[in-house]
């Protein structure tokens, strides 16, 4: 058997063999090794799993309706967030007010608590307005109970515990499913492209999420009880933070559970060739197609900005395998949500 | 889907960046110099500015329109902050001169950005100078007047980036695209907070949507800052 015999043959009528095999050519790394170790009888199987990598179609491009009901079920993980923490028993459309519920607004300043219950509500519209617009589509309702925000998997007692009785904490979640939020839009969007009404509606979504993300990066810079945007000027650490992402922003408001926001994701095979999702300190843009883009910084040398600016100035996408990761952070063991 | 890259334009890109870097640097010293005794100088050429063909002809490029749509206003915030930055108002907080400066950086390396994007396609391309941009409406000697313009400008921007996504056919540009709007969100929302607390999301009603723009509500919106006239004839309508 000669395989680069049988792959001369197919690249007749693909000329992108090479290339669907792995665009590194890693595959062609793991191939040396195969002449050492493996036995003829083996060659098959091997063979099977690297055609398999190649034309395998495990996953396809997600159409409209999958980016939306993807972003519908990140809309739920976030508005029941801020509904068991401020009001409701987190379903939509429940407004009453518990005693924990009292407490925890009591430790934010009105104006805090007033732009808290903007962003609830704005996150509860974006659950009806997805709703309505996937129609039959929609996916149902999942139960508050499939959700532990604590981060616990299900025993309530993760390292997020106690976050619906601690200001700080309940603010770090908050920030941590916000700038989740925006990079999931951005990486949805290309594939709404085909629907401009629908695309221009997830990008109206997407800039809110970066409005509340700014929000929640001021009051964590000033405390609960400050409402002065002006306060200190952030830090582009995860504990005092820059309105908008600096670098990896140290791993975000808790690295050990919210570095991965932040990181880099993995194109699925389905990407197109000039998107990707690099990690937030990303400094290199403009990439079409197979064309690399410009390193920024490298480029901009000139105009002797800080190192970080030239990662702050673009928000990065991530692809849904890697948001699905971070949000099953927040959801029970066992749950298929995401 | 994406821009042809044939290896000549690649390289023309690259040696063109190398100037676009010194050229920034340069453009940022004749503003910081341009006081109110030096008259601007005429801007040569035609006495519109037309940003693209959209026209739906076979060489008609709306990723190109689009794009240079961007890089005006792109020009217009890089040039609003780099002019606050060199001369800020007396009155602002501690720590406001931080975030402005921040977003003079933000600003200025998105239009480099988009210059780059569109290499010999940027529509000032072939203007002697680059154009001078008119504040003259704002009041730039207070923190107030600063803040209310940085607001202004920055809800242009989110508008005009949401609203002009759907005309993108490049799948790389609106990827682009995407990575600088929510930024310009983030300003945008900081902005209205430094001017009054709890307001970042105050223009987002009741269906949880951000505002769109159309282009020709853009256009009307940013020629007070543009000394001449802009065609609104090429920009995308459908």
């Known amino acids: 058997m000669n395989f680069f015999h049988i792959l001369s043959e197919i690249e007749k009528t693909d000329p992108e063999v090479f290339e669907r095999f792995d665009s590194r050519r890693q595959v062609f790394k793991h191939m040396t090794g195969f002449g050492k170790k493996m036995t003829a009888a083996a060659l098959p199987l091997a063979m099977g799993a690297i055609f398999n990598k190649a034309y395998g179609q495990t996953t396809s491009a997600p159409g409209v309706n999958d980016v939306l009901n993807f972003a519908l079920k990140l809309e739920y993980l976030e508005a029941y967030f801020y509904n068991i923490g401020l009001s409701g028993d987190g379903t939509i459309g429940n407004n009453t007010t518990t005693a924990a519920q009292t407490a925890l607004r009591a430790q934010f300043s009105a104006t805090n608590l007033s732009s808290l219950l903007k962003i609830r509500t704005d996150e509860n519209n974006h659950v009806n307005f997805l709703r309505t617009a996937l129609g039959a589509d929609a996916i149902a309702a999942p139960a508050v109970s499939q959700f532990d925000f604590t981060g616990g998997k299900g025993t309530n007692a993760g390292p997020f515990a106690g976050l619906f009785s601690n200001a700080a904490l309940f603010l770090a979640v908050a920030q941590s499913l916000e700038d989740t939020g925006v990079r999931a839009y951005k990486g949805g969007a290309p594939y709404l492209a085909s629907n401009k009404d629908v695309l221009t509606a997830a990008l109206n979504i997407h800039s809110v999420e970066a409005r509340h993300a700014s929000r929640l990066r001021t009051m964590r810079r000033g405390g609960p009880m400050n409402d002065n945007a002006s306060a200190t000027a952030g830090a582009g650490t995860g504990a005092s933070p820059k309105s908008w992402i600096s670098g990896q922003d140290g791993g975000g408001a808790s690295p050990a559970q919210t570095a991965p926001i932040y990181a880099a994701g993995s194109a699925p095979a389905y990407t197109p060739a000039g998107i990707t999702f690099p990690a937030e300190d990303n400094v290199t843009q403009g990439a079409t197609g197979a064309a690399a883009g410009v390193n920024l910084q490298t480029a901009l040398a000139s105009l002797s900005f800080p190192a970080a600016a030239f990662s702050e100035a673009f928000d990065e996408p991530l692809d849904v395998p890697t948001v699905s990761t971070i949000a099953r952070t927040f959801t029970i063991t066992g749950s298929t949500i995401f | ?238």
């Open chain 2, 1 to 238: 889907m994406h821009t042809p890259s044939s290896p000549a334009r690649m390289l023309a890109r690259r040696s063109f960046f190398r100037v676009a870097g010194a050229g920034a640097a340069v453009s940022a010293l004749v503003l910081a110099g341009c006081g109110k005794d030096d008259p601007e100088p005429p801007v040569p050429g035609t006495p519109t500015l037309s940003l693209g063909n959209f026209v739906a002809t076979a060489t008609s490029d709306p990723n190109i329109t689009v794009l240079n749509y961007a890089y005006l206003l792109e020009q217009i915030e890089a040039a609003f902050y780099d002019k606050v930055v060199t001369t800020p108002p007396a009155d602002l907080l501690p720590g406001e001169l931080a975030y402005l400066t921040d977003m003079r950086d933000h600003e200025l390396i998105h239009r480099e950005y988009l210059k780059y994007a569109l290499g010999t396609s940027a529509y000032d391309n072939t203007l002697a100078t680059p154009l001078v941009f008119d504040f003259s409406t704002f009041t730039l000697t207070t923190r107030t007047g600063v803040w209310t313009a940085a607001r202004q400008l920055e809800e242009i921007g989110v508008a005009a980036y949401n609203g002009a996504a759907k005309y993108l056919t490049s799948a790389d540009h609106l990827n682009a695209l995407g990575k600088i709007v929510s930024v310009e969100a983030r300003h945008a929302a900081l902005a209205r907070e430094v001017l009054q607390p709890g307001s970042f999301a105050d223009n987002v009603g009741t269906t949880g949507l951000d505002d769109a723009k159309t282009p020709a509500q853009v256009v009307a919106l940013i020629q007070p800052f543009v000394p001449i006239a802009i065609s609104t004839a090429n920009l995308p309508t459908t």
